[in-house]
């Protein structure tokens, strides 16, 4: 099947995973409906395919706020191809590869040509996503984006793919409404709360402490690569003394899930069963929930959801102010975001000593694909009514619930969940 193919089986954000048919985890049922979820952080972007919830009777939006991710790129580092290809090609000089082998051999050395000097640039499907976003925001909130004053401050960290995704999305909105008053900007300035990974000692200690209470060695434990060396290399020995099949086999799975960022790239999917494409998908997804999205990891976003509020509260004031405020970064930051404002179930605990069962209740892949963003959308009374500021807040563009009471259901009133971030940074 063409990657273009399975990128539109798109999967719906649901509820709490539980398990389904054959004691599957609900994630299992999704990454056998559509394997490209296996991906992780690799996923391209999933176009939204739910109706938003109407605005509550006698409010209009008027104002956006939001942090997104790049779209899809190329892999970041050299070795990320050339790690594999190496031991492809020792293995071709030596005659140790199955026909498999060689064809993937050829796919490899035929791919990378692509990439030189492209290392982590935006490919045409990342630009393509954040178009299409930015369309939907126009078509979302019109009233947002449409009016005569409505004007648009955004901003991108100092990296390439990061830039031209803010361009892509700015470029939309520009088409619906010319004369959108947008000013853009990039700066190592804004590279504090744009960009902030676990540097913080005691974060990157509470990590360190978190994983050395997990009780296996999980990339070993789901690391079954038997099967598909035999699939690659014609000779037993010659693995067992010469290649590190496990990790191999974890080199072209990334390979593999991140060809679904280009046009016209090799499907290599045959390679891997269903059971270890799941596998593979455990391991990534238990790394990114211990370093990103547990215990005190949330915390690393702090300036981010504190400029959050400040920006806020210089506009929610302003009775005709009709506009948004976009930033534009990296998955490293989406995640924690999304868990320092327990949008749905963004941050669930689990304890280190069970973090095999992870994947019952918590999937990377909805949170942080490609282009993957965090929208607050604020509303107010129309002219002549009286009432609260009301917020919703939406995780790539699906509606999310937060653990306060909304005023009617995605709607939240702002006091409310200004309030609540606010307990949320007082760590």
């Known amino acids: 099947m063409k990657l ?5 089986a798109a999967f719906v954000v649901s509820p709490l995973m539980v398990f389904g048919q054959q004691g599957w985890t609900k994630a299992r049922q999704e990454i056998h409906e559509n394997r490209l979820l296996s991906a992780s952080n690799y996923l391209a972007y999933v176009d939204p395919t739910e109706a ?3 605005a509550p009777k ?3 939006p008027f104002y956006l706020t939001h ?3 790049h779209g899809s790129r190329w892999l970041i580092g050299d070795w990320e191809y050339t790690d594999a290809m190496k031991v492809l090609a020792k293995a071709h000089d030596e005659g140790m590869l199955t026909g498999r082998g060689e064809l993937l051999r050829q796919q490899l050395d ?6 030189i000097k492209r290392r982590g640039d935006l490919t045409t499907v990342g630009e393509r996503q954040h178009h299409r976003i930015g369309r939907r925001m126009t078509e979302h909130f019109p009233e947002i984006f449409g009016a005569k004053n409505s004007q648009v401050d955004a901003r991108s960290t100092v990296v390439i793919r990061c830039i031209l995704s803010m361009v892509a999305e700015c470029e939309e909105l520009t088409a619906f409404n010319p004369r959108l008053r947008i000013h853009n900007d990039v700066s190592e300035a804004f590279q504090y709360y744009l960009n902030k990974e676990p540097h913080d000692r005691w974060i990157r200690d509470a990590n360190r402490e ?5 009780p296996f060695n999980y990339k070993e434990e ?16 010659y693995v067992r003394d010469s290649v590190n099949a496990g990790s191999f086999m974890r080199r072209v799975f990334d390979i593999c899930s991140n060809m679904q960022s280009h046009d016209n790239a090799p499907d290599l999917y045959d390679l891997f069963t269903e059971d270890e494409l799941y596998d593979q998908w455990r391991i990534r997804n238990i790394d990114w929930y211990l370093d990103y999205s547990s215990g005190v990891a949330p915390h690393t976003q702090d300036n981010l959801l504190r400029n959050f509020l400040e920006t806020a509260d210089t506009i929610v004031g302003q009775k005709d102010f009709h506009g948004a405020t976009l930033r ?3 998955e490293v930051c989406v995640m924690p975001l999304a868990a320092l404002m327990q949008l749905g179930d963004c941050y669930p605990e689990v304890a280190p000593a069970h973090i095999d069962t992870l994947d019952r209740v918590w999937a990377n892949y909805r949170i942080f694909p490609m282009a993957s963003n965090i929208q607050l959308v604020f509303y107010r009374p129309k002219k002549g009514k009286a009432g609260d500021i009301l917020v919703k807040a939406m995780l790539n563009e699906h509606e999310q619930t937060l653990p306060l009471t909304p005023v009617t259901g995605p709607y939240y009133r702002w006091d409310d969940v200004k309030a609540f971030f606010e307990r949320r940074l007082k760590h």
């Open 4 to 8: 273009k193919t399975m990128l539109a």
């Open 52 to 54: 938003l919830t109407p």
């Open 58 to 60: 006698g409010y209009e």
């Open 67 to 69: 942090y997104g991710r």
């Open 110 to 115: 035929e791919f990378y040509k692509t990439t």
């Open 210 to 214: 978190k994983r050395q209470q997990v």
């Open 222 to 237: 789901y690391t079954k690569p038997e099967r598909f060396s035999k699939l690659i290399f014609n000779n037993e020995a």
């Open 328 to 330: 534009f970064g990296h």
